[in-house]
């Protein structure tokens, strides 16, 4: 697989995971808790990049520590990313997204960052966002899932 760059040392880079079981058709939110910036919004899993920290690599890792789901690299199939998104003061920002798909709807276990979860139609979902799952939602990453 080709190693992810950024495309300047400078920006912030993040990688969300649309999850999506093949059997339903549904994709797995997280809803953020109370202890988290923008709390009672709901999102796809991901987050930051550390610093040399590739996006694919950071999106295993967010899986790992946000919902308790270790997967395999080749598993995330990369569908999107956007950049140049401003970030308040931070600076602007590379988000790349990825399709993760499941056989079956999975109990995630779920860290402080997250207080419920769950598995929505993608024509049917909650009306809250973080702003990473609000643009991705904008820029029509959901139109290209497959449903059963």
Same mark, same amino acid.
């Given at each position: ?6 495309? #300047? ?17 549904? @994709? ?6 109370? @202890? ?34 270790? @997967? ?42 997250? #207080?419920? !979860?769950?598995? !929505? ?7 809250? !966002? ?19």
């Amino acid at each position: 697989m080709a190693k992810e760059r950024l495309n #300047s040392p400078s920006r912030k880079a993040g990688a969300w995971a649309i999850i999506q079981c093949v059997d339903t058709g549904k @994709v797995l939110l997280g809803k953020r808790s109370s @202890v988290v910036n923008n709390g009672g919004a709901w999102n796809f899993f991901g987050g930051r990049a550390d610093r040399g920290e590739s996006p694919r690599s950071a999106l295993l890792r967010e899986l790992a520590e946000e919902a308790g789901l270790r @997967v395999k690299e080749k598993q995330l199939v990369k569908i999107g990313q956007v950049s140049g998104e401003r970030r308040s003061r931070s600076g602007d920002c590379e988000m790349h997204y990825y399709l993760l798909r499941l056989e079956r709807e999975v109990v995630p276990r779920l860290n402080r960052e997250h #207080s419920n !979860f769950g598995w !929505f139609k993608p024509k049917r979902l909650p009306t809250k !966002f973080n702003r990473p799952t609000t643009i991705a939602i904008k820029k029509g990453l959901l139109g290209s899932l497959r449903q059963p």
